[in-house]
C-alpha cells in the first residue's frame, strides 16, 4: 500500500479519502436528479436600506433538502454542482424561478414589490455558450424590466476567462445589472471595476465583521465607499450580524446592507409579507 508521502499524489490509496471520493460522485449524481425531484427551493435574503431597514432589495439563495442527508449547504453543493457540470441545469432553474417570482411580486405588490432581485452565476454558468440569449428569452418571456434583474458574479468568476467577461458585458447590453459579489475574497483586481461593467460592489463579510474595531477590515470597509462614489457603483456591505456593525456602515456612507441581523434568507411568500408600506422595522 502506497503511503502519503506528502502532497494529495497517493490520496487515492487511502481507504478514507476514496469514501469522501465515493460520497462526493453520490452527491454529485443526485444533485443532477433534485431538479425533477423537487428538492430544490429558492428563498430569499433583504437588502436592505441603511438607517432604517427598508426592503431595497433581495438576493436569491438555493437551498436543497436531501431526502437522506437533509438540509445540505450551498456553500457545499454548489462547489460540486460546478464540478460535474449539473449547475448549468440547476442554474437554469434558479434564473427561470427568480425571474417568475420577481414578475409575481410586481404582479401581487406593484410598487411595493422588490425593485432589485440578485441572483448569483457561477461563472461555468457564464462560460456556457447561448447564457446570455437565454437570460434574455427567460427575462422577456417573464415581461420583467431587465434592470430588475441584478447578476451577482465573483470576481474570481470573470477574471477567469475572456468568454466570462464578455458574458458579463452581454447581460449589461441586455439592461441587467451586474454585482461583483464577496468582494475582495477572491482574485481582487481593481482593474475589473475599469474593465467589466460592475453596478454594485457587495463588500465581503469578512471585512464587515471587522468594521466596529481599529483593522485592516475596516479601513478597506471605508475606503471601498470612496472608490465606489466615485465610479457610481453601489456599494451593499454583506454578513451585517450587529446593530453596531449597521451603525458604523451608516456612518462610513454605507447605504445598502444585508445580513442577519436585518432578515434571515426567507421563502417568496413570506417576503411578500414585509412589503408593506413604510419602513421595515430592524
Ligand atoms: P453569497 O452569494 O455571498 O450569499 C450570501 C451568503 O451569506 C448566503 O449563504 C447567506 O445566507 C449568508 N448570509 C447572509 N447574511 C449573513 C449574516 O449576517 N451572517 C452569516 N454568517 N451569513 C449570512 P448561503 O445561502 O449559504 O449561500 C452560500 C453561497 O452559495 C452564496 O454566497 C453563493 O456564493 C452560493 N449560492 C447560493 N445560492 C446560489 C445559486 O442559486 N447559484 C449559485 N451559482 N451560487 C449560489
Ligand atoms: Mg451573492
Ligand atoms: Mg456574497
Ligand atoms: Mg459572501
Known sequence: VAKNAGGGRWAWFDPAM??????????????????????????????????????AGVEALLRW??????EISPAVFIPLAE????????????FEQVVKQAAAWQHEYGDLAPARVSVNVSARQLREPGFV???????????????LITAEVTETAVLGTGAALDAVR?????????????????QSSLSLLVDCPVDVLKVDKS????????????????????????????????GVETADQAHRLHQA???????????RPMSGAELGKLLRPGPVPA
Open 18 to 55: 476514496d469514501r469522501i471520493a465515493d460520497q462526493d460522485a453520490k452527491l454529485g449524481a443526485d444533485l443532477r436528479q433534485a431538479v425533477a425531484r423537487g428538492e430544490l427551493r429558492v428563498v430569499y435574503q433583504p437588502i436592505v436600506e441603511l438607517p432604517d431597514g427598508g426592503i
Open 253 to 263: 456612507g454605507y447605504q445598502y446592507a444585508q445580513g442577519f441581523h436585518f432578515a
Open 133 to 147: 440569449a437565454e437570460v434574455a428569452a427567460v427575462v422577456a418571456a417573464a415581461g420583467v424590466e431587465p434592470s
Open 170 to 186: 452581454g447581460l449589461n447590453a441586455l439592461g441587467l445589472r451586474v454585482a461583483l459579489d464577496d468582494f475582495g475574497t477572491g
Open 65 to 70: 433538502r436531501h431526502p437522506e442527508h437533509g
Open 83 to 94: 464540478r460535474n457540470g449539473s449547475i448549468i441545469e440547476v442554474g437554469r432553474w434558479v
Open 207 to 238: 471585512f464587515v465583521d471587522g468594521v466596529t474595531t481599529a483593522s485592516p477590515q475596516s479601513v478597506i470597509v471605508e475606503s471601498l465607499i470612496t472608490i465606489t462614489a466615485g465610479l457610481r457603483i453601489q456599494a451593499v456591505a454583506e
